[in-house]
């Protein structure tokens, strides 16, 4: 009966916080504390199975003291939501280069360098998922022979008339238009690229023809960061 109690009171009181001309509390409006409500909800259930059965004052107080210190790490982790999921994405990029950090209100991109010291990037290439390497030195956006099939071109048809400079020495490549290009958010149309001929590129390359759009783009230690 004593945590029916308590649970009342919780209860009643969020009610007021969220029906209250308050504004705000602890950083949380009143529709951010009116979400967060079914989930007190559901704590106030599963402690109730806790309390099934008679306890010693201590281990009320102690149990109250635990959901109590839950509630208050669910609430501090709600505020700040945006910047926890900032952080799980650094992370993330640490683990995983070639997956952008986007930062939207800056409009910008960083990526981490990997072991071998080139920027691997993950864009999207007329729908499709195609991982490239970040590179100033290449004019254009090059494909792999690969990649542009995965881009929907039927690289049988094209002309391969033009002389490129590759890792693996000198190719031929066919010059296309790719519909759309789309690296952490920052999306480019119509841009102007080739297609390596088969064997004559080991990787696909984001070069200059996406790069020289941008506002910025700036290499720092081992960040790479692209901006709108």
Known sequence: ???????????????????????????????????????????IFIAGGLFSRRYKFSELFGNLVLWAGIFGVVLVGYTYRDDLTLVASRVFGELMPGIAVVDGERGSATFRGGRDGHFQINATINGSDIRTIFDTGASAVVL?????????????????????????????????????????????NNVRAFIAEQGALEQSLLGMTFLGTLSRYAVSGNALELVD
């Open 1 to 43: 009966m004593l945590f029916i109690g308590f649970a009342l009171v919780i209860a009643i009181g969020l009610a007021l916080l969220v029906s209250a001309d308050a504004g705000s509390m602890v950083g949380l409006t009143q529709d951010q504390l009116g979400q967060l409500l079914p989930l007190v909800a559901i704590l």
């Open 144 to 188: 792999t022979h690969d990649d542009a099939q995965k881009a929907g071109y039927a690289t049988e048809t094209l002309r391969y008339d033009i002389s490129v400079s590759t890792a693996n020495g000198t190719g031929k490549a066919a010059a296309v238009t790719l519909d759309q290009v789309e690296v952490g958010g920052i999306v480019r």
